[in-house]
T-cell receptor
Framework: AQTVTQSQPEMSVQEAETVTLSCTYD???????LFWYKQPPSRQMILVIR??????QNATENRFSVNFQKAAKSFSLKISDSQLGDTAMYFC?????????FGTGTRLLVSP | DSGVTQTPKHLITATGQRVTLRCSPR?????VYWYQQSLDQGLQFLIQ???????AKGNILERFSAQQFPDLHSELNLSSLELGDSALYFC???????????FGPGTRLTVT
């Protein structure tokens, strides 16, 4: 089975600090994409960042960056300068052809 | 706002009934995906349509069916509803198979 594993069910961080969420995945495909989605209490699924597997350079979007280790099949999300609005469930997902396969999520709480 | 719309927002119905969920993809997107998010199952891929044709099937029950119309909107039909079908149903769209998926706000289905 091609799975995505998020080993941290919950994490807490204080405002302005940095936090890293972990994700590992399994795939037999050569061409695939990796994503982090954020799901705040509103339950909307919001795309945070994407990484193409063929690119060696780690993706960055403002305060969000990834550490993509292809050989290790690892894809972690770093949130810098955490804000209260970052409080949400974060899902790692692997995409390729067709469906996304999601991890079970990490609940992040940012406190003042 | 992702550009993907879903109606209705909430649906409450009784066991044994049939409901239809509707999704309009982002302008220009040809692919539509349906996902189910329940408390104990995480996000599960149900089915994908691409330009009117079924492209991939996931863990979709035989009681569930979907279609994509010529104007590219999609409908997910759920019949003979059971209590366990209560969940948040998301529609997502993408330009093609290998691109990021943008999610609608979801339809919360409650079966009583």
């Amino acid at each position: 089975a091609q799975t995505v594993t998020q080993s941290q069910p919950e994490m807490s961080v204080q405002e302005a600090e940095t936090v890293t969420l972990s994700c590992t995945y399994d795939t037999s495909e050569n061409n695939y994409y990796l994503f982090w989605y954020k799901q705040p209490p509103s339950r909307q699924m919001i795309l945070v960042i994407r990484q193409e597997a063929y690119k060696q350079q780690n993706a960055t979007e403002n305060r969000f960056s990834v550490n993509f280790q292809k050989a290790a099949k690892s894809f972690s999300l770093k949130i810098s300068d955490s804000q209260l609005g970052d409080t949400a469930m974060y899902f790692c997902a692997r995409g390729g052809f067709q469906k996304l396969v999601f991890g079970t999520g990490t609940r992040l709480l940012v406190s003042p | 706002d992702s550009g993907v719309t879903q109606t209705p927002k909430h649906l409450i119905t009784a066991t044994g009934q049939r409901v239809t969920l509707r999704c309009s993809p982002r302008s220009g997107d040809l692919s539509v995906y349906w996902y189910q998010q329940s408390l104990d199952q995480g996000l599960q891929f149900l089915i994908q349509y691409y330009n009117g044709e079924e492209r991939a099937k996931g863990n979709i029950l035989e009681r569930f069916s979907a279609q994509q119309f010529p104007d590219l909107h999609s409908e997910l039909n759920l019949s003979s509803l059971e209590l366990g079908d209560s969940a948040l149903y998301f529609c997502a769209s993408s330009a093609s198979d290998n691109y990021e998926q943008y999610f609608g706000p979801g339809t919360r289905l409650t079966v009583t």
